[in-house]
């Protein structure tokens, strides 16, 4: 008997994207179901019954278990499936940092994206949402500024020559906004890991299926 598939909800381009690039690194079985929140009530109310947060991703493991928030799934599935090499492992000297870049993108980084995509939730005028989202965007990038400046860089990615969890959720993360263009700029250490992954030969067919190189991904917006 075939295995349960993982089920997991999300938009092409959402969170959801790193988690299953790191699915299918894995050679699990995954069965997505297209989501997006932010399109409206009605995408929110299908979440209701899987996440009261009515938020994506969404994870449903293959024993029935749902796990929310990103970051927690990639540094599951990493843990979860060793074979696959997506993290470092307990004793490896590297797991420090593992977790915490981890955490920093997930917590200083993507949890902006809230304001960000609906700044009405914080601002009561048009005036002040545009001041939402420059003030935000100037604090992505400082944050990817830090980041550049202290990751290690020992090999071809974040932590050394193997592909982790890490780096599928910088490559994903670092296409929003304010763009890659400004990625670049402020983080040309980690710019040379995302292009890496952009072309990563297991994951061409992911990227273009799910979040593909086309418009002004490789722009730069507000």
């Known amino acids: 008997m075939a295995p349960a598939p993982f089920v997991l909800y999300g938009a092409p381009g959402s969170g959801a994207t790193p988690v299953h690039a790191a699915l299918m690194l894995i050679g699990a079985?995954?069965?997505?179901?297209?989501?997006?929140?932010?399109?409206?009530?009605?995408?929110?109310?299908?979440l209701q019954p899987i996440n009261p947060m009515r938020q994506v991703p969404v994870l449903v493991l293959p024993s029935g278990e749902i796990m929310t928030e990103s970051a927690a799934m990639l540094i599951w599935l990493a843990d979860r499936y060793p074979h696959a090499k997506l993290g470092p492992r307990f004793d490896d000297p590297e797991r420090a940092q593992y977790l915490r870049w981890m955490h920093f993108v997930s917590s200083s980084i993507y949890a902006l994206y809230w304001i960000r995509d609906e700044p009405s939730r914080l601002a009561d005028t048009p005036k002040d949402e545009a001041l939402v989202?420059?003030?935000?965007?100037?604090?992505?990038?400082?944050?990817?500024?830090?980041m550049d400046a202290q990751m290690p860089r020992r090999g071809r990615y974040l932590l050394g020559d193997h592909l982790t969890a890490l780096d599928l959720y910088v490559t994903v993360i670092s296409r929003w906004q304010p763009r890659r263009l400004r990625f670049y700029?402020?983080?040309?250490?980690?710019?040379?890991?995302?292009?890496?992954?952009?072309?990563?030969?297991?994951?061409?067919?992911?990227?273009?299926?799910?979040?593909?190189?086309?418009?002004?991904?490789?722009?730069?917006?507000?």
């Open 185 to 222: 700029r402020e983080a040309p250490r980690m710019a040379e890991v995302v292009r890496r992954v952009d072309n990563e030969p297991r994951l061409l067919e992911h990227w273009a299926a799910r979040y593909p190189f086309a418009g002004a991904w490789e722009s730069e917006g507000p």
């Open 29 to 46: 079985p995954v069965k997505v179901v297209d989501v997006a929140p932010w399109q409206g009530e009605n995408e929110r109310a299908r």
């Open 133 to 146: 989202r420059e003030r935000t965007a100037e604090r992505i990038a400082e944050c990817w500024r830090c």
